[in-house]
């Protein structure tokens, strides 16, 4: 079975650095994205991992551990604009689509 | 410029229709998907396409039909044979080799009356 788990809803302030959570249980793993996605609008790219460790872009960072089946996107220097939900996806044993968790509502306040 | 495009972005229809959703993208991608997002729930995958003249269902096909006769275009047939169609439709495409994001359409918020 596939299960994807990220915290219903966090919040933050301007300013902060903020740890959004990712655990996954797949049949197969052939990479995690994750995605932002504002109210109402398509979700966007933000990173991608497939090999343990971090990938920093920017104020947003990315880590995977593949053992552990868990990732975390990490955001620095949060911005009102920041407030969206984040979306953890993995790309599955065939890796021909990509299963979603049911997101994390980030709200960050002033 | 390249991207993928849904439309309409707001549909109604009655109860008991068969409603179409149309996605077209011009960016050579051969791996073509739809998901279905409902609040709380996330992405959920309803069918998804690697190449023309193949289409394989997801976790939720009931209900819905697809077709791929152009590399370019993967409508999405809303039967009523499903039980709660009123949702908001992504439509996304993806190169298909190698660790390629996906490109998301803006999306069709259909409601069912």
């Known amino acids: 079975g596939q299960n994807i788990d990220q915290p219903t809803e966090m919040t933050a302030t301007e300013g902060a650095i903020v740890q959004i959570n990712c655990t996954y249980q797949t049949s197969g793993f052939n990479g995690l994205f994750w995605y932002q996605q504002h109210a109402g609008e398509a979700p966007t790219f933000l990173s991608y991992?497939?090999?343990?460790g971090l990938e920093e872009k920017g104020r947003f960072s990315s880590f995977l551990s593949r053992s552990k089946g868990y990732s975390y996107l990490l955001l620095k220097e949060l911005q009102m604009k920041d407030s969206a939900s984040y979306l953890c996806?993995?790309?599955?044993?065939?890796?021909?689509?990509?299963?979603f968790g049911k997101g994390t509502t980030l709200s960050v306040s002033s | 410029d390249g991207g993928i495009t849904q439309s309409p972005k707001y549909l109604f229809r009655k109860e008991g229709q068969n409603v179409t959703l149309s996605c077209e993208q011009n960016?050579?991608?051969?791996?073509m998907y739809w998901y279905r997002q409902d609040p709380g729930q996330g992405l959920r995958l309803i069918y998804y396409?690697?190449?023309?003249?193949?289409?394989q269902k997801g976790d939720i096909a009931e209900g819905y039909s697809v077709s791929r006769e152009k590399k370019e275009s993967f409508p999405l047939t809303v039967t009523s044979a499903q039980k709660n169609p009123t949702a908001f439709y992504l439509c996304?495409?993806?190169?298909?080799?190698?660790?390629?994001?996906?490109?998301f359409g803006q999306g069709t918020r259909l409601t069912v009356v």
């Open positions: 960016l050579n991608h051969d791996a």
């Open positions: 996304a495409s993806r190169r298909g080799q190698g660790e390629t994001e996906a490109f």
């Open positions: 991992n497939v090999l343990d």
């Open positions: 396409s690697q190449i023309v003249n193949d289409f």
């Open positions: 996806a993995v790309k599955d044993q065939a890796g021909t689509a990509l299963i």
